[in-house]
């Protein structure tokens, strides 16, 4: 508006000087040189067309000029509107109509004239989260409180969708008052802007939080920016590092080779990966999973260098704790079977290269399983570490000792020229297995039965190697313990067979083949049955009704004897409680043969307990358990502790076959047993061999001195009764008397029983 005003001020101006001049110089000019008044007259009409026709002419000028100064800057304007692609938008305060340019409408997606010029159509498309703010704003410029209205929001296009407008105005126009009467503005798109701002938002918050350490440095390697989670996992704060070299974390344990490795993938490639270990501000190391990529320019120049890199030192020593975890015995920190393949596959190579042998001892302890049924598994433990030390350091460099089960061990013996260059080895690991050891105060002793294989002699694999070691050992423990024993093929024929024989009683055992006969116990004296003795029979779907001495020796010692012995316990209670129900006619003692290895249980006397409750109706004084005289009982004490614990349950002991092993007087004094049963034996020959009827004449006298019950087994004729009887034995067994019997014969043979003496 004041352009405008002085524009036609200084044209008026102008008009005046020319007027004032030409008056003034003109009349003069006219007088002086004329005196005649009608030439005066004459000339002053002249001069006065003249001076409309000059005066016009420079009015034309002034005005042309005027005019075509601004055509050309209201060009500009529109050419500079154009380009820029802002729209314009001119409102009357007043009415409040508002008039649109038609770059604003094309902004926004209308024709031109189609959007309406209503404020309230304008307001109506502001987004509702913006239009609150953007009156305000308006309302502080109108009131004088703003230099200019300015503000940035979401309008609603005619497809629906929103774009982000800057709009900016001024008032142009006053009333008298002051008071606005019209505002001219424009309106810019600047919705690319405000996206590349939450873009650069998004990725200044991303840089800011992000778990992962990032690092920019410039083409010089020095380093630019780092964020809040680099300085978490080195220890360096931003100021310790800006326009330092990142060379300040490393640890030195790269060399220079890795370095440059590296560099050559981030120029070839544009990027590296991989793990890196660094070093903390505190010196402390760390190992991190570091990416670094190159940022290039549009001219494909590079412009700087980003690191993104985290901290997994942790998972690093989770992930080696796992690989130990999986090769090696976390109780003995001894290799595992897996390392153990490994390292022993690797150590035949190596003797088929350099024309060597190895030896593979296959080592099993003995009396370990008491000691940790007795005492614990933690005093197991101990004793396993312990004993696995000591072993270790038995072993020369470059031997390998790995922990396989509980309580068995692999000794792998490289770089030998024959067998005698491990004797002194093996022997060292008998002592060590076998040495006393303390635990919380008291002394254990154990011992090793091991197997020895020798490789090439042995051309097998790995995994047959160690199984006949495995064979060996068996062996070993067979011929006493505490020894070892050099691997035999034929003898590994036998164990195989005999390892096939307890597979065939395993299964035997699942699938219920066995059964109970009865063999009874009279009193030759009054004729009366005093009892009955439970004996095992297999009911072979293949060779028919096997007698104990047929398998039972397979199981000696071994786990399954356990199971059968539980059992036959189970079958002789279900019997008794079937012969109950039957009301039939039955003894009033049932004899049940038990196993060393089962009674040694620690948890014997607690199982006879349960299985016994399993059968309340069943009286437990009804039931005498028998233990062989020939059975190795290696804690006599323990085994006394668990009898006179089934003792309380009301169940009697009985000796077995006794006189034919060497610890018939050690046990008679101290296991808590009523019953002694000589031998058949001795009782068969008595008639007719002196030694025997002598053995026969002791084994009663000292249970007469004992104050023992006694049963002769193996009578077989009324002879072998009366001689028995003659001696003071009146409680008798055999063929002469009956053989043993399914259960269902039994009440009809009791009933029908005569004494032939």
Request: hydrophobic share 40%; proline share 3%; aromatic share 8%.
């Amino acid at each position: 508006m004041n352009t405008v005003w002085m524009s036609a001020l200084r044209v008026s101006i102008i008009y005046v000087i020319i007027g004032v001049i030409w008056i003034i110089t003109s009349d003069k000019a006219l007088s002086y040189f004329f005196v005649d008044k009608q030439s005066i007259i004459e000339l002053q009409t002249f001069k006065g067309w003249f001076f409309i026709i000059a005066t016009g002419f420079i009015l034309f000028c002034l005005v042309y000029h005027q005019l075509k100064n601004m055509n050309e800057a209201e060009e500009r304007l529109r050419y500079a509107l154009n380009a820029s692609g802002d729209g314009v938008w001119d409102w009357d305060v007043p009415s409040s109509k508002v008039w649109y340019s038609k770059q604003l409408q094309t902004m926004l997606g209308y024709a031109d004239g189609e959007f309406s010029n209503s404020l309230d159509e304008w307001s109506s498309r502001v987004h509702p989260d913006d239009l609150a703010l953007v009156m305000e704003d308006l309302q502080r410029y109108l009131d004088g409180k703003t230099d200019c209205y300015i503000n940035e929001h979401r309008i609603r296009c005619k497809n629906g969708h929103y774009k982000w407008i800057r709009d900016s105005g001024l008032v142009i126009t006053r009333d008298e008052h002051g008071k606005p009467i019209r505002l001219v503005g424009t309106h810019a798109d600047i919705t690319t802007r405000k996206e590349a701002d939450e873009k650069l938002k998004l990725a200044n918050t991303v840089f800011i939080h992000a778990y992962e350490g990032i690092l920019v440095t410039d083409t010089d390697n020095k380093i630019i920016e780092v964020n809040d989670a680099f300085t978490r996992i080195t220890g360096y704060s931003r100021e310790d590092v800006i326009g330092k070299s990142p060379k300040l974390l490393q640890s030195g344990k790269h060399s220079p080779t890795f370095y440059e490795e590296m560099w050559h993938s981030i120029k070839t490639e544009g990027y590296w990966s991989g793990e890196v270990s660094n070093r903390h501000k505190n010196g402390q190391p760390f190992i991190e999973m570091l990416t670094i990529s190159e940022i290039r320019d549009a001219d494909g120049n590079a412009v700087n260098y980003v690191a993104l890199f985290s901290d997994i030192t942790h998972i690093r020593a989770q992930q080696i704790a796992l690989e130990r975890l999986a090769s090696y015995d976390p109780l003995t920190s001894l290799p595992n079977r897996i390392l153990l393949a490994d390292r022993l596959k690797q150590s035949m190579a190596h003797c088929q290269r350099h024309q060597q042998l190895l030896a593979v001892a296959f080592i099993d302890l003995d009396g370990f399983k008491q000691v940790n049924d007795t005492y614990g598994h933690e005093v197991g433990d101990k004793l396993l570490v312990t004993i696995s030390n000591r072993m270790k350091a038995a072993l020369r460099e470059g031997d390998t000792l790995a922990r396989i089960g509980g309580d068995e061990f692999i000794a792998v013996l490289t770089e030998l020229n024959v067998f005698e260059d491990c004797e002194s080895v093996i022997e060292r690991l008998l002592t060590a297995s076998s040495e006393p050891i303390s635990i919380d105060d008291k002394t254990f002793s154990v011992s090793a039965s091991i197997g020895v294989t020798l490789f090439p002699e042995d051309s097998v694999d790995a995994d047959i190697l160690m199984r006949h070691a495995d064979h060996a050992m068996y062996t070993a423990k067979q011929l006493g313990k505490n020894r070892y024993h050099l691997f035999d093929v034929n003898q590994d024929d036998a164990i195989r067979s005999h390892r096939k024989q307890l597979l065939h009683i395993e299964r035997a055992l699942e699938n219920d083949e066995f059964v109970m006969h009865f063999q009874p116990i009279v009193n030759m004296r009054t004729g009366s049955v005093i009892g009955l003795e439970a004996l095992l029979r297999w009911q072979s779907p293949k060779e028919g009704l096997l007698p104990p001495g047929a398998f039972l020796p397979y199981i000696e010692n071994n786990p399954i004897s356990v199971n059968l012995g539980e059992w036959v316990i189970h079958a002789v209670l279900k019997q008794i409680s079937q012969w109950q129900a039957e009301q039939a006619t039955m003894p009033d003692m049932i004899s049940i043969n038990i196993s060393a290895l089962q009674i040694e249980q620690t948890n014997f006397a607690d199982r006879l307990a349960s299985l016994l409750k399993a059968y309340p109706e069943v009286d437990p004084h009804k039931i005498e358990l028998e233990i062989l005289e020939t059975s190795a009982l290696e804690d006599i004490q323990n085994v006394s502790n668990t009898m006179n614990a089934c003792a309380q349950l009301g169940v009697k002991f009985a000796i077995d076959d006794f006189g034919t092993g060497y610890s018939s007087l050690t046990y008679l004094k101290h296991l808590p047993a009523e019953i002694i049963k000589i031998d058949q034996s001795f009782v068969r020959d008595m008639l007719i061999d002196e030694d025997d009827l002598a053995i026969v004449k002791g084994v009663i006298g000292l249970a007469n001195a004992f104050q023992r019950g006694v049963i002769a087994e193996g009578v077989e004729s009324a002879e072998h009764g009366k001689a028995l009887l003659e001696l003071g034995c009146e409680l008798a067994q055999g063929f002469g008397i009956a053989k043993p019997m399914p259960a269902e014969l039994i009440p009809e043979w009791i009933a029908g029983w005569k004494p032939q003496w």
